[in-house]
């Protein structure tokens, strides 16, 4: 099972995300299937009549996550989730320009040779739309406490795993989507570090 923190960022000075929100795609590599999601929701469950017992969250092959909304209970929450896909910007809001889910992904494979990148990510919003470039594999982000006495690197059980996704474009300007377990933003707000987990 591969947990994972999904994690968009507006970084757009003056274009916001309105109602009715953001959905966000993507295509499974192989068989993948999301058994549980926190702070948001696949809008379609797919067929799922393979499982006995447990049944997925989503069986299919290209998942629409969507946004929680406000008030949606505690246990079902994350942080910078459930603002039923609204973001605002840096500007406007920077407390209220990220969003977050978290997901659950089985039969996603246990070691680096067997996990498989997602691809084809797209992110809807009211108006035009938006473009996103692969996912790509990159070094571990470095993370340094607080006091700077200690570092640690953000790895899954995969070790060096990671994803990275270049902006969302809209225009000339770029909205960063990122993915997956654990979120840092290097020194350029056009590049996000996650590590695949």
């Known amino acids: 099972m591969v947990q994972a923190v999904v994690t968009m960022n507006n970084f757009l000075a003056f274009r916001h995300i309105p109602s009715p929100g953001w959905s966000m795609r993507w295509t499974w590599a192989k068989k993948e299937v999301i058994w549980n999601m926190v702070g948001g929701q696949a809008t379609e469950q797919g067929d799922c009549s393979k499982f006995k017992g447990n049944i997925p969250h989503s069986c299919k092959k290209n998942p629409t996550v969507v946004d929680l909304l406000p ?105 960063i989507l990122p993915s997956t377990s654990c979120l840092v933003c290097n020194s350029s707000q056009e590049d996000l570090l996650v590590p695949r987990g």
């Open 71 to 175: 008030g949606t209970p505690y246990n079902q929450q994350v942080a910078n989730c459930c603002k039923g896909g609204v973001l605002t910007t840096l500007v406007q809001d920077p407390t209220k320009a990220a969003a977050s889910f978290q997901v659950s992904v089985g039969r996603a494979g246990t070691t680096n040779r067997t996990v498989k990148l997602p691809k084809n990510f797209t992110l809807k919003a009211p108006g035009p739309g938006y473009t996103c470039g692969p996912a790509k594999i990159v070094r571990p982000t470095k993370f340094i406490t607080p006091d700077k006495r200690r570092v640690t690197v953000a790895m899954s059980k995969l070790k060096d795993f990671l994803c990275h996704f270049h902006g969302c474009q809209y225009g000339y300007l770029f909205f």
